[in-house]
């Protein structure tokens, strides 16, 4: 490696641990409003300035303790976001790969159907979709929230760009051994898309994890309530309760950085291979 190459190098690391701090900050400061008194906050709202004395753990001692409904809210986050996240990786992958690889009549325009569908906004079908769920006695019921968004046009067309770039020669060599198709993408090709799926699994979840508008429509019972929506019922009109809100906000973004450390190897090239082939 040159002089020059080993210069470039550390001018772009250094460039990008500066954005990284700076993206840093925003929850920096919400990490120290979460240990501050609500008084404190009201005073001088978001700040980066450091108080030891004004620092405490009361936030989060009610929140653990006599919050119990913070508790219900995120275990319904939890199951919601694991089975809509499990349900739209099992089924856009198979429509992904079914896109790729069998020929048949109606493939290309099928597939242009679903680069239409990732260009209609979501706010546009929430009506037919509210009265297929209703039809459907969805309405205030976790499957209500998971069901209507269990395949994904965007994962499909993910799906389908890293199974293009797949050699078929596994698959040829499947069916020789005698396996069937269903065998085939689940022994042969799942473990070849792994990144693929590690990929999309974090932009799923977070995605899923954060959704408001469909599960607020949806879910009628405070005790099915997911955190987005149960953090924004602290705010009302007659009085907010922020110090609560910030801790609980907090407490929200450990499953996300949890998820995304455990499949972080897999993301970018799963981004990055997935988006030029085909």
């Given at each position: 490696m040159t002089y020059t190459d080993k210069l470039q190098r550390g001018v772009l690391f250094v460039v990008f641990v500066i954005l990284a701090v700076v993206a840093l900050f925003p929850f920096y400061a919400l990490l120290l409003a979460s240990f501050k008194p609500p008084t404190e906050l009201l005073r001088y709202g978001l700040n980066l300035k450091l108080q030891i004395d004004l620092l405490s753990f009361k936030n989060y001692l009610y929140l653990f303790m006599g919050?119990?409904?913070?508790?219900?809210?995120?275990?319904?986050?939890?199951?919601?976001?694991?089975?809509?996240?499990?349900?739209?990786?099992?089924?856009?992958s198979l429509v992904g790969y079914g896109l790729a690889v069998y020929q048949f009549k109606g493939r290309n325009l099928t597939f242009l159907l679903v680069l239409f569908v990732m260009m209609v906004p979501v706010e546009i079908i929430m009506l037919p979709l509210y009265k297929m769920s209703i039809a459907l006695k969805l309405i205030d019921?976790?499957?209500?929230?998971?069901?209507?968004?269990?395949?994904?046009?965007?994962?499909?067309?993910f799906f389908r760009q890293f199974a293009v770039g797949i050699p078929k020669d596994f698959l040829d060599a499947?069916?020789?051994?005698?396996?069937?198709?269903?065998?085939?993408?689940?022994?042969?090709?799942?473990?070849?898309?792994?990144?693929?799926?590690?990929?999309?699994?974090?932009?799923?979840?977070?995605?899923?994890?954060?959704?408001?508008?469909?599960?607020?429509?949806?879910?009628?019972?405070?005790?099915?309530?997911t955190l987005p929506i149960g953090l924004s019922s602290l705010l009302t009109p007659y009085g907010n309760n922020y110090s609560i809100l910030l801790s609980g906000c907090i407490m929200s973004v450990l499953p996300l950085l949890i998820l995304f450390i455990a499949f972080q190897r897999y993301f970018i090239s799963g981004l990055t291979v997935g988006g030029v082939k085909g």
């Open positions: 919050g119990k409904v913070y508790f219900t809210w995120y275990a319904n986050s939890l199951l919601i976001t694991f089975l809509a996240t499990l349900l739209t990786l099992l089924l856009s019921s976790y499957w209500g929230v998971v069901i209507p968004f269990a395949v994904s046009p965007f994962a499909v067309f499947g069916r020789i051994d005698g396996c069937t198709e269903y065998g085939i993408f689940f022994k042969i090709m799942a473990p070849l898309m792994a990144p693929a799926f590690g990929a999309m699994a974090i932009l799923q979840a977070l995605h899923h994890w954060n959704n408001f508008i469909w599960p607020l429509i949806v879910l009628r019972t405070d005790t099915k309530f």
